[in-house]
């Protein structure tokens, strides 16, 4: 008998929704974890593809400002090989473990670099590749559009640097079933800002809309936008500012005609809203976000 096919969009709409409780989890695992993330005064690097870069990019944000360390974060295949051996830790994010850009590096690390793997599949090369290793498999997903896996890992190291993130787990609840920005349906042009910790955040919502629903989709540093890309702004693009925005930003970008989007959430809670969105417009334009062309759950290069 041959199976019914799956609802478009099934396991990635299942996987936002799970985010709280997968966020809860990794809470609950930090005490066990605790002595292998980075410590107060590491010089650390934090290294990633795609989604796994952009929350490196958050991290590294937060840690800097917790006064907790020299943090740096790069593309896995962007790691300036000069300064290997230069940090006290180099944490490597990977949902799949086979990334072939984050093995590379591990790799070539020169000896005595201290190593930390962050991974969701136990079976993959990645969870032996360092010297420690943080699993994640309760978050691990069955999308090629990572959503849970990330924000988990994000929300582990950020707890790991002491903040109190119990209200961000009760706001990404809120999220789950938050009301979709008004007229979303009618817009084609996607812009996310941010500043600070969300720019990584914003780059993020950005790619998941390009993954999800195959639409022009944008991201930038806030203070950047209006340093040319505002431009093509008009009452067909929707802009979402993830945190504080510069002063008068809004009123600029409202004054193209374009829709504005804020919330007072931790950026965090308030990409899952954006999550959601990208399935939504997905959906709209009759495409099914588990099944994006030319992508794969990992890229593993030949």
């Not at 409202?254 to 931790?266: F, I, K, L, P, Q």
Request: glycine share 8%.
């Amino acid at each position: 008998m041959t199976p019914a096919p799956m609802t478009p969009a099934a396991h990635v709409t299942a996987e936002i929704a799970s985010q709280p409780e997968t966020w809860q989890r990794a809470l609950e695992l930090l005490p066990r974890v605790r002595d292998v993330l980075p410590r107060p005064g590491q010089r650390v690097a934090v290294v990633g593809c795609g989604t796994s870069w952009f929350v490196a990019q958050s991290y590294a944000v937060h840690r800097e400002a917790a006064g907790q360390g020299w943090t740096d974060a790069f593309a896995a295949s962007e790691f300036p090989d000069a300064r290997a051996g230069q940090y006290d830790l180099v944490v490597a994010i990977s949902r799949s473990g086979t990334t072939t850009e984050v093995l590379d590096l591990l790799r070539r690390l020169p000896d005595g670099q201290r190593t930390l793997a962050v991974i969701g599949d136990p079976r993959s090369p990645g969870a032996s590749a360092a010297d420690d290793t943080v699993l994640l498999d309760f978050a691990d997903e069955q999308s090629v559009v990572q959503t849970r896996f990330a924000t988990s890992a994000l929300l582990l190291l950020r707890a790991g640097l002491g903040e109190d993130l119990g209200p961000v787990v009760e706001q990404g609840r809120a999220a789950v079933t938050a009301d979709l920005p008004p007229g979303w349906q009618d817009r084609w042009q996607f812009v996310f800002l941010g500043t600070g910790t969300s720019v990584g955040i914003a780059h993020e919502a950005a790619l998941k809309m390009r993954e999800a629903a195959l639409a022009w989709s944008e991201s930038y540093p806030a203070w950047d936008y209006r340093h040319g890309p505002i431009a093509v702004a008009q009452e067909r693009t929707l802009a979402w500012i993830f945190g504080e925005p510069p002063a008068g930003l809004e009123d600029q970008i409202r004054a193209t005609g374009a829709t504005v989007v804020r919330s007072d959430d931790d950026p965090l809670a308030s990409l899952v809203l954006a999550q959601r969105l990208a399935v939504a417009v997905a959906l709209h334009r009759d495409l099914d976000p588990d099944t994006p062309p030319h992508l794969t759950r990992s890229i593993v290069l030949s």
